[in-house]
């Protein structure tokens, strides 16, 4: 029975999935309602000439879990300065609201976000929030404007001329919103706070789960119509709107061929070449990236002939394929961490499916390889999370060394860790989302080759047995061979 549901689950969202390309997203679902005039096409992030992502994050140390991404673009400064401080104000005001809570189900703030328009002319960053509390998950947005003739960077409402504006849609998006039985909303700029344009330049403005009607209705938009929008416009809006209908319609990532560049020592230590029950082995493992920081690591790995693995953040890993494919190609491995990295336990089945798949998609378009590992996001897990990952052909993988990098920001530290906790056949968690946990990595190479260690890539540790789909690996090669946990 529960299987049954769960083929038909897979079945709908690979639809959605191929129906509405890498572009239009609903990673974590909250567009029940796709196509029509209130969907917005999203730019393809890695078509953005100098974005990195950014990470702020908090484990399970609170009794709470956190992960924020968002962008940074080259030459926008206010309007990063912008989306950093929304990033930072959302972060304080969930750890304010969760002081009291304790400690399970942990409460969870998660990020992620999309670009409704990047060009020269103007970008628009959503952010896209989603909260837990003990029960379900509540969804909010909130688009934040730059305007590239005055270099400005403002809220949806400065899209608009003034108050008397905001008054005019507020009737507008009432009258619609009544005539579907909902009430209708005031002029209040914190309901009006994500506005971007669809392909035709009907202004869409989105309200937060709750804001109108029932919190089960999901995301409620309306779209106002170009013809009727255009009086309320201010000149930044107009030129925003313009800049949504002079983008190309997104076109799919292409799959470029991977040319390895293996360097002559990685080649020596190529998959397959390394006896792990001969060998002293050490699995170092990056989670969250790739960041800003990822190229200096793969430098590091690179001139040490270290090879690793990375477990990437679909939405970090949309916005830099180029990291992946130096990643793939100087003979490291590439794995999940889910798409946006909220806790995949609190999730049910189909959205579950939703993340891993989208992120699975993501990687085989960029490297041309589908991969098979998926670290779950806080290393937690389900029996929902076992069964679909059983059906994807994936194996969990977790660590049996944790080096809380996240949480002491010094090199030194995060070193000691990993060099004590390692041991033949050990799983070591790292994020290289943070500088310091990079500018350990050189120590720890060091250290851990002059006690005789090889690094290898997670699968090299488990050998010939190799790794099963649906299957848990809580640690390093010894623990694999505990029971799996179903
Ligand atoms: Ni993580």
Redo the contacts with the bound molecule.
């Keep these: 029975m529960h299987k049954m549901r769960f083929f038909g689950g897979i079945a709908l969202i690979a639809a959605f999935v191929a129906g509405c390309g890498m572009t239009t997203a609903s990673p974590e679902g909250d567009h029940k309602v796709p196509a029509e005039p209130t969907k917005i096409d999203f730019v393809t992030p890695s078509a953005v000439n100098g974005l990195v992502t950014r990470t702020l ?1 908090e484990g399970d140390g609170g009794g709470r879990y956190v ?1 924020i991404t968002y962008p940074e673009i080259k030459g926008a400064d206010p309007l990063n300065d912008k989306v950093r401080q929304e990033a930072e104000r959302q972060l304080r005001a969930f750890r304010e609201s969760t002081v009291k809570h304790g400690p399970a189900p942990r409460p969870e703030l998660n990020v992620d976000w999309q670009l409704p328009v990047a060009s020269d002319a103007a970008i628009a960053v959503r952010l896209r929030t989603g909260e837990f509390y003990g029960a379900n998950w509540g969804n909010a947005n909130r688009t934040i404007w730059y305007d590239g003739r005055t270099k400005q960077a403002f809220p949806s409402t400065g899209l608009l001329d003034g108050e008397a504006a905001l008054g005019g849609l507020a009737e507008k998006v009432s009258r619609r919103l009544e005539a579907r039985g909902s009430g209708g909303v005031g002029a209040n700029p914190e309901l009006f706070d994500s506005m971007a344009f669809n392909r035709d330049g009907d202004l869409v403005v989105e309200f937060d789960d709750c804001q109108v009607g029932a919190c089960s209705l999901g995301r409620v938009a309306e779209a106002v119509p170009a013809a009727e929008v255009e009086p309320l416009l201010s000149a930044a809006g107009r030129r925003a709107r313009e800049a949504a209908r002079a983008a190309a319609p997104p076109t799919p990532e292409t799959t470029p061929k991977v040319t390895p560049t293996h360097s002559p020592e990685a080649t020596s230590n190529q998959a397959g070449t390394v006896d792990c029950a001969k060998t002293k082995c050490v699995a170092l493992t990056f ?2 990236g790739p960041g800003p920081h990822t190229a200096m690591l793969l430098d590091t790995l690179r001139d040490a002939g270290a090879r690793a693995t990375f477990f990437t953040v679909g939405v970090n890993a949309a916005a830099r394929p180029d990291l992946l494919r130096r990643m793939s190609g100087e003979g490291h491995l590439v794995g999940s ?1 889910s798409w946006a ?1 909220r806790d995949l336990s609190k999730l049910s089945s189909s959205k579950i499916a939703d993340s891993l798949i989208r992120t699975q998609d993501t990687l085989t378009a960029t490297l041309g390889e589908r991969p098979t590992l998926v ?1 779950p ?2 290393g937690a897990i389900s029996k929902d999370v076992v069964a679909v990952s059983k059906e994807l052909g994936i194996s969990l993988v977790n660590w049996d060394v944790d080096t809380r990098d996240w949480r002491d920001r010094k090199a030194g530290v995060v070193a000691e860790r990993a060099v004590k906790g390692a041991h033949p056949g050990a799983i070591i968690l790292m ?1 290289d989302i943070h500088r310091t946990t990079v500018e350990a990595v050189p120590g720890v190479l060091k250290r851990l080759r002059g006690k005789g260690y090889t690094f290898v890539t997670v699968p090299e540790l488990y050998g010939s047995a190799g790794m099963q789909a649906g299957r848990l690996y809580p640690s390093g090669a010894s623990g694999a061979r505990k029971q799996p946990l179903t």
């Design positions: 994050g992960h989670d969250d961490h990295h670290r996001p806080y994020h």
